[in-house]
Structure formats: C-alpha cells, structure tokens
C-alpha cells in the first residue's frame, strides 16, 4: 500500500505535492504530509491505498506526543501481535492500522529492534522530532523499493525515481557504469540505479541521516543465514515436512490479514498452487488470475484445472501483439529498463486483477528458498562431476560444443528452443567454470552476453565498460556453507529483488494493486535454509519438499507438473506489427548511432539474427536494447511522456 517520498536539508515550494502527484497511482485513495517543526528541514508526505483500517489509518501516523512520525509503504503483517506486546509495556494506539506499531516498537526498541521484530513488505520514513533525525528502512527481501539522492547538503527520498525528479536539483542523468550491468544481467543491481547520483537502499538495510550535519550511515539488519557443513545437524525429513505445513499456513493466514477482499495470481507451478490452496483454507470466496499469451507456451488451460479443482472464480487474461504498444509507459512505471519482455504480461495482470482487489497473493520466492530453476540444478550438476573428477569440466564443454543443440533443451526446463547462442552460453559456463568463484558462475550461466560479446556490441566509446569487476565476488565468510545454499543465497542479493520482485511491484502498483508474497516471509526462508539439499533438489526433482506437501493436496498431475518458467514468447510476436515498428524506431541505425552506446552495425546484425533463426537468446538481447533506448527516450531526453512530465 502507498507511495512514500520527502526530503531535508533545502526547501522547495511545492515540491511535495509534485512528489506525490509523480506517483499517485501507488495510492491514490488519499494524501498526508508532515513539515517537522521549530525550523528542521526535513519534509515527507505519502499517498495512500488504504487496506487495513481504512477510516482510521491515515498517516503520517504519530507517537502519543507527536515527537515521531512516519509515512509507511507496504504491509506489517504481524502488526497484532506487536500491538498486544506494546500494549502490556504502556503504549497507547489512537487506531488499528498495522503503521502505528511500527512508532511504537520504535519507541520501545530502536530501529534495529523495531525492524528485527516486523514481519512483512515496507518502506518507510521514520523522523525522530527528539533527535532531529530521520530512518530510512526497507524489507528483508526488497518487496518495496525505495530510492534516494544525497547532495550538497540536500537530501531526497521516494518509492519510486519520477518522484525525485521533480526537484530542480536532480538531473536525469544516465549512469553509463551501469550499462554493462544491464547489458550483461538485464537489470542494475542495487544500490546503483541506471541514473546517475540515484541510489536504491539495499534491502535488509536501514539508512540513518542526522539533519545537524546533513551525515547519513546504512546498516545492514537482516541477510539469510547459512549453515556450516562442519557443524550442520539436520531434523528428519518428516519433521521438516510438518514444520513446512504449519508455518506455510501461518504465513499465508498473515498475508491475507486486510480489511479489503483478497484473490491471487494463479500460474500452472506448484508455488502459486499451494498459496491458492492455503487461501481456501480461510476463505471459501477466492478470485484468482492468470495470464497467457495464445502461443504454445500458454499456462492458461493448467491454471484453469487447479482452479477448477480448488473452486476458485477464475479469470483469465490474454496478452496479444497490441500490447506491445503498452511498453513505453510500462517503462516510465518501472522507473529503470528491466529488459524482458514479459513486464507486459505482468501490467496486463495485475490490470485485469486491479479490476475487482486492491490485494492479490502470489508465487514468487518458492524458487529462490527451494531451488525451483532449472539452472540450480545444472550447476550443482557440474559442481559434483568437478568435485569427483577434476577437470572435467573443461572436458564436457568441448563435449557440449560437439552435441546438436536441441539436445541441451532436455536439461533445461525452459519452453523455447535454447538455440546455438543457448549452447554457446552453456559451453562456455563449462569451459571457464574452475576459473571463476559460485557468483561469476551463476552469473556466466544466465548472462545474454559474454564479456566478448558486450565488449563487441559497444561503440568504441564503451568498449572499456565490458568487464566484470562492478560484479561482487562471494562473501568469504559464506563459502563454509552447503554448496546448494551459497547458490541459493546469492539470488537475494541482486536477482530477487532487482530482477523478480521489482517487476511486480511497479506493475501492480501501476494500478494501484498490492502484491503479496508468503514465500518471503522470513521465517520460511530461515526455514528453508536449515533443510539438507535433497529436500530442495531430489533425483532431478525441484522444490521436493514442497511437491511433497502438494501430494497432500493435489493429484499428482497437478503436484508433480513440470516447472514452465513464465515467458512471455517473443518469438511468436516476431511478425507482428506492433513489435516489428516498435524496433524499427527504437533500433534503426540512426537511433543507435545517436545514442552512443552501441556499434549500429553489430546492432543491425543482431537484429537479423532475430529475424531469421528466431532463437530466444537473440529475441532477449532485442527487447534489453529496446528497453533502454525506450528509458532514455522517457526520463532522459523526455520524449515520451506521462505524468508530470516523465
């Protein structure tokens, strides 16, 4: 729920009201706003969408004397067991809205303790009137994002960038250190952003500034905890079943606390399946949603049985090539390029969801705890033939090299063809694999483009950006845990939260929509991160443990389907008009040329690769170039806009 943004250190007339204009879609039930007194200067506001106490909840929310406000974006779901702990230590609540805890455990413990005992999805300003200073602070999992600039005494904040750019004393400026991140992951990861001088707090941070010296500090409160391997002792696998069933409801009973109706997003996989289930469990009355693209590749007519068979209201929406006309303002909504194509499937969800809820549940997080990608399995695969045979793999990526690539397709859940650029990928994770450390490796495997080919692509300009050093090496404090959790663990640094979750939470919000997501609950990922890897990865069976609990549920056909990764197939939208005009005007010669990033005819070359094989892999490094051309030409050169001009 809601949009957050403010500011210290300057003043500005009429700068919050065009701060909460930028992005009132995250709230657009109402507004508030708070000037600290006796001269401070420090200014924050918030738009609101109102779920829980929706007559009583309007914030900024205070303390019993009024020296502590906050404004509060997200979820608290465990707000009523911290109302009745500091209820019994004194405190006094004026309403039932899950933001007022947050004063009051701050009040009672810190920051650090206050965020150490919330469970939930949140961003939030938090200002100390007593200590003329301000928090910053941001869930474990980086559900809600949260955006800052720090200048020259100045300081600025928003859950989303277009706010900040309403300031004369932030620029629109490219961040070309972060090309090479985008190039290679499809996505920036934080704390940088791909404009320059805007920053993303990290998740599992808060950020403290003191308004005397305009000095700020971050700190981190929270990261998943690893086992030592020399050390581990491990429960039965029957009683890590049963822990999973009880603490899974429990989370999903928290997520659905709201004074709203509440449905989901329902795929064919297992993750949504089983939270759809759990729902049932509470509430005979669930709307569910799916989306598909009338292509091969279509999850629709699976959703539709686990629906039928749950008793569900289901809805199905379908993306067709006219949606691609949606991407440019789907891109001013996700304030930076992501580049996939699918951000288009996630608006046109959550538009149709928006239609009848303001919350939804959803999947994401199960893969990331339970090692449902395929590519987990491919490199703990790889990593136990090194450790039986050195060199090995050096040995089976000329193997690979020699092998038709169709036959890669078998070790990969993924619906479209890999390709010869698919295999060239794969070969060369294999050939460098003992080189470099589990990050670099989990990096090469997923990568559109090699470092050679990032390095060809660019303009002479550019082409000392293709390296790899911006890429982080693993925590060496990490390396004595089990070698399926290190991997595991390296996702919530950068891919769930950069990648995964930040593309639902713009989208959703766009329509003013609250997504969440009981597989992020902290105390299930903790879970996970006790469990010995056969329970994640068995016999080549993703996510075990938790099919193990849909076989409670479900007929095995529904339990045990095959993980389809949710694609939006751009192969079948080649042809069509929409996608073709749209890369004739973001990729033309000239456009390319213009822009400075890129060789316009290695770029044209690309493009005729696309056409004429239709491999997934030349597909994807398309729609990356479109999405940031699309991004410059919205929040650079203003081109294209909406809102308040952007």
Same mark, same amino acid.
Not at 14 to 23: S, V
Not at 164 to 176: D, G
Not at 454 to 471: F, G, H, N, V
Not at 481 to 488: E, I, K, T, Y
């Given at each position: 729920?809601?949009?957050?943004?403010?500011?210290?250190?300057?003043?500005?007339?009429?700068?919050?009201?065009?701060?909460?204009?930028?992005?009132?879609?995250?709230?657009?039930?109402?507004?508030?706003?708070?000037?600290?007194?006796?001269?401070?200067?420090?200014?924050?506001?918030?738009?609101?969408?109102?779920?829980?106490?929706?007559?009583?909840?309007?914030?900024?929310?205070?303390?019993?004397?009024?020296?502590?406000?906050?404004?509060?974006?997200?979820?608290?779901?465990?707000?009523?067991?911290?109302?009745?702990?500091?209820?019994?230590?004194?405190?006094?609540?004026?309403?039932?809205?899950?933001?007022?805890?947050?004063?009051?455990?701050?009040?009672?413990?810190?920051?650090?303790?206050?965020?150490?005992?919330?469970?939930?999805?949140?961003?939030?300003?938090?200002?100390?009137?007593? &200590?003329?200073?301000?928090?910053?602070?941001?869930?474990?999992?980086?559900?809600?994002?949260?955006?800052?600039?720090?200048?020259?005494?100045?300081?600025?904040?928003?859950?989303?960038?277009?706010?900040?750019?309403?300031?004369?004393?932030?620029?629109?400026?490219?961040?070309?250190?972060?090309?090479?991140?985008?190039?290679?992951?499809?996505?920036?990861?934080?704390?940088?952003?791909?404009?320059?001088? !805007?920053?993303?707090?990290?998740?599992?941070?808060?950020?403290?500034? /003191?308004?005397?010296?305009?000095?700020?500090?971050?700190?981190?409160?929270?990261?998943?905890?690893?086992?030592?391997?020399?050390?581990? &002792?491990?429960?039965?696998?029957?009683?890590?079943?049963?822990?999973?069933?009880?603490?899974?409801?429990?989370?999903?009973?928290?997520?659905?606390?709201?004074?709203?109706?509440?449905?989901?997003?329902?795929?064919?996989?297992?993750?949504?399946?089983?939270?759809?289930?759990?729902?049932?469990?509470?509430?005979?009355?669930?709307?569910?949603?799916?989306?598909?693209?009338?292509?091969?590749?279509?999850?629709?007519?699976?959703?539709?049985?686990?629906?039928?068979?749950?008793?569900?209201?289901?809805?199905?929406?379908?993306?067709?090539?006219?949606?691609?006309?949606?991407?440019?303002?789907?891109?001013?909504?996700?304030?930076?390029?992501?580049?996939?194509?699918?951000?288009?499937?996630?608006?046109?969800?959550?538009?149709?969801?928006?239609?009848?809820?303001?919350?939804?549940?959803?999947?994401?997080?199960?893969?990331?705890?339970?090692?449902?990608?395929?590519?987990?399995?491919?490199?703990?695969?790889?990593? &136990?033939?090194?450790?039986?045979?050195?060199?090995?793999?050096?040995?089976?990526?000329?193997?690979?090299?020699?092998?038709?690539?169709?036959?890669?397709?078998?070790?990969?859940?993924?619906?479209?063809?890999?390709?010869?650029?698919?295999?060239?990928?794969?070969?060369?994770?294999?050939?460098?694999?003992?080189?470099?450390?589990?990050?670099?490796?989990?990096?090469?495997?997923?990568?559109?483009?090699?470092?050679?080919?990032? /390095?060809? !692509?660019?303009?002479?300009?550019?082409?000392?950006?293709?390296?790899?050093?911006?890429?982080?090496?693993?925590?060496?404090?990490? &390396?004595?845990?089990?070698?399926?959790?290190?991997?595991?663990?390296?996702?919530?640094?950068?891919?769930?939260?950069?990648?995964?979750?930040?593309?639902?939470?713009?989208?959703?919000?766009?329509?003013?929509?609250?997504?969440?997501?009981?597989?992020?609950?902290?105390?299930?990922?903790?879970?996970?991160?006790?469990?010995?890897?056969?329970?994640?990865?068995?016999?080549?069976?993703?996510?075990?443990?938790?099919?193990?609990?849909?076989?409670?549920?479900?007929?095995?056909?529904?339990?045990?389907?095959?993980?389809?990764?949710?694609?939006?197939?751009?192969?079948?939208?080649?042809?069509?008009?929409?996608?073709?005009?749209?890369?004739?005007?973001?990729?033309?010669?000239?456009?390319?040329?213009?822009?400075?990033?890129?060789?316009?005819?290695?770029?044209?070359?690309?493009?005729?690769?696309?056409?004429?094989? /239709?491999?997934?892999?030349?597909?994807?490094?398309?729609?990356?170039?479109?999405?940031?051309?699309?991004?410059?030409?919205?929040?650079?050169?203003?081109?294209?806009?909406?809102?308040?001009?952007?």
């Amino acid at each position: 729920m809601c949009g957050i943004y403010g500011f210290a250190g300057f003043n500005e007339d009429g700068l919050l009201h065009r701060m909460g204009k930028a992005i009132v879609h995250r709230g657009p039930d109402g507004e508030g706003s708070y000037m600290a007194p006796n001269g401070a200067a420090f200014h924050m506001g918030v738009q609101r969408l109102s779920i829980i106490d929706l007559q009583g909840g309007w914030q900024p929310i205070y303390n019993e004397d009024q020296s502590i406000a906050i404004c509060y974006n997200g979820e608290t779901y465990n707000y009523l067991e911290l109302r009745e702990q500091l209820e019994k230590k004194g405190h006094q609540f004026r309403t039932h809205s899950d933001t007022e805890a947050i004063v009051h455990a701050y009040e009672e413990w810190g920051i650090e303790g206050a965020l150490r005992r919330m469970n939930g999805m949140f961003a939030f300003c938090l200002y100390d009137g007593n &200590k003329q200073e301000f928090y910053l602070g941001r869930d474990r999992c980086g559900q809600k994002p949260l955006y800052y600039h720090h200048a020259n005494g100045r300081f600025l904040f928003a859950s989303e960038v277009k706010a900040l750019l309403q300031s004369r004393h932030v620029n629109a400026e490219p961040n070309l250190a972060a090309i090479d991140p985008y190039l290679t992951l499809r996505n920036v990861p934080e704390p940088q952003t791909m404009f320059k001088r !805007i920053f993303k707090l990290s998740v599992g941070h808060f950020l403290r500034y /003191r308004l005397s010296d305009a000095s700020l500090s971050i700190h981190r409160y929270w990261e998943v905890p690893l086992l030592d391997v020399r050390t581990a &002792k491990y429960k039965s696998d029957a009683e890590y079943l049963e822990a999973l069933e009880s603490l899974f409801y429990d989370c999903v009973k928290l997520c659905m606390r709201s004074d709203v109706p509440v449905g989901a997003y329902l795929s064919s996989g297992v993750d949504s399946s089983l939270t759809v289930a759990a729902m049932m469990k509470y509430s005979s009355n669930i709307n569910t949603y799916s989306i598909g693209f009338d292509s091969p590749v279509d999850e629709t007519p699976a959703a539709r049985e686990t629906a039928k068979f749950l008793g569900t209201k289901h809805h199905e929406i379908i993306c067709r090539p006219e949606d691609f006309d949606l991407l440019p303002e789907i891109v001013w909504h996700m304030d930076r390029p992501v580049g996939d194509a699918l951000l288009i499937a996630f608006y046109k969800l959550a538009q149709g969801a928006a239609k009848d809820l303001k919350v939804v549940l959803g999947g994401e997080g199960a893969d990331e705890a339970f090692a449902g990608y395929s590519f987990q399995g491919v490199i703990c695969k790889v990593e &136990k033939m090194r450790r039986l045979i050195p060199g090995i793999t050096s040995l089976a990526s000329l193997g690979v090299a020699a092998l038709p690539h169709k036959l890669l397709n078998k070790f990969f859940t993924f619906p479209a063809d890999l390709g010869s650029q698919g295999k060239k990928r794969v070969v060369e994770f294999l050939r460098l694999y003992r080189r470099r450390d589990l990050n670099h490796n989990f990096n090469a495997l997923r990568t559109l483009w090699s470092q050679d080919e990032r /390095r060809d !692509i660019y303009a002479d300009s550019l082409k000392t950006q293709a390296r790899e050093d911006w890429m982080a090496n693993e925590n060496e404090k990490d &390396k004595d845990g089990p070698f399926l959790d290190r991997l595991l663990k390296l996702q919530y640094g950068e891919w769930l939260q950069d990648w995964a979750l930040i593309r639902q939470d713009k989208n959703t919000m766009a329509h003013s929509l609250e997504y969440r997501l009981p597989y992020l609950d902290h105390r299930l990922i903790e879970l996970a991160f006790t469990m010995p890897a056969h329970l994640k990865i068995n016999q080549g069976t993703d996510k075990y443990i938790e099919r193990k609990l849909a076989d409670k549920i479900f007929p095995p056909h529904i339990a045990r389907r095959t993980k389809i990764p949710f694609y939006l197939p751009v192969e079948y939208f080649l042809d069509q008009p929409q996608f073709k005009n749209l890369v004739a005007d973001t990729l033309n010669e000239e456009a390319i040329r213009k822009r400075g990033y890129f060789d316009p005819k290695k770029v044209t070359s690309l493009l005729l690769r696309m056409r004429t094989t /239709r491999e997934f892999v030349f597909c994807k490094q398309v729609v990356s170039l479109l999405i940031l051309e699309l991004w410059h030409r919205v929040f650079v050169d203003r081109t294209i806009r909406f809102g308040l001009g952007y």
